[in-house]
């Protein structure tokens, strides 16, 4: 989703899924002449997303991993009941270059439903996490996103509004070569 960027970063990220070289990926930019914001951006782009799983990257994240969508895409594959999988990231601080894990550690249950969410305070970073598109549903072509995307922005709403409509989450995938 090209959120009326002016600093090229869709051409960038074309010429680094080209340069991958991977047989079968397609890739599309969604563009808006003006800045929709975080919530809109994503709705927009997820409107525009035909595939079986999707992954929000923002411009100022990277993955260190290049098989990192690969062995996520597995896992879901794998286990039908799932509707993410995630993995600890490192935050960089901007003010000092100061690293973190995010989360701290890893939760107690290698696999949390809505109540874990809830309860626990549990939180994945954008850039960790590879949903299900629960949204797009191919037989129909047709996609249904809830209202509440539209209203709510951020990381948390995601990881809830896929747990409520009873998907469960991996958000331990360090576990299994993550």
Same mark, same amino acid.
């Given at each position: 989703?090209?959120?009326?960027?002016?600093?090229?970063?869709?051409? !960038?990220?074309?010429?680094?899924?080209?340069?991958? $070289?991977?047989?079968?990926?397609? =890739?599309?930019?969604?563009?808006?002449?003006?800045?929709?914001?975080?919530? #809109? @951006? =994503? *709705?927009?782009?997820? /409107?525009?997303?035909?595939?079986?799983? &999707?992954?929000? #990257? +923002?411009? +100022? +994240? =990277?993955?260190?991993?290049?098989?990192? !969508?690969?062995?996520?895409?597995?896992? #879901?594959?794998?286990?039908?009941?799932?509707? $993410? *999988?995630?993995?600890?990231?490192?935050?960089?601080?901007?003010?000092?270059?100061? /690293?973190?894990?995010? %989360?701290?550690?890893?939760?107690?249950? %290698?696999?949390?439903?809505? /109540?874990?969410?809830?309860?626990?305070?549990?939180?994945?970073?954008?850039? @960790?996490?590879? =949903?299900?598109?629960?949204? &797009?549903?191919?037989?129909? $072509?047709?996609?249904?996103? %809830?209202?509440?995307?539209?209203?709510?922005?951020?990381?948390?709403?995601?990881?809830? *509004?896929? @747990?409520?409509?009873?998907? +469960?989450? !991996?958000?331990?995938?360090?576990?299994?070569? #993550?």
């Amino acid at each position: 989703m090209d959120d009326a960027s002016s600093d090229g970063s869709a051409d !960038l990220a074309r010429q680094e899924v080209e340069a991958a $070289g991977r047989p079968g990926t397609e =890739f599309r930019v969604v563009r808006s002449e003006t800045n929709l914001g975080d919530g #809109l @951006a =994503f *709705v927009a782009a997820i /409107e525009a997303a035909r595939g079986r799983f &999707y992954h929000v #990257l +923002d411009a +100022d +994240d =990277f993955w260190v991993d290049p098989d990192k !969508l690969r062995k996520q895409m597995a896992l #879901l594959e794998t286990h039908g009941s799932l509707a $993410g *999988v995630g993995h600890r990231a490192i935050l960089r601080a901007a003010e000092d270059g100061s /690293e973190s894990f995010h %989360p701290q550690q890893d939760p107690v249950k %290698p696999v949390l439903n809505l /109540e874990d969410l809830l309860t626990s305070g549990a939180y994945f970073h954008t850039s @960790a996490m590879l =949903f299900r598109n629960s949204f &797009y549903d191919p037989a129909s $072509g047709k996609v249904v996103v %809830p209202q509440i995307l539209r209203e709510v922005t951020g990381d948390t709403i995601r990881l809830l *509004v896929h @747990a409520a409509a009873g998907g +469960d989450l !991996l958000p331990a995938a360090d576990h299994v070569g #993550l």
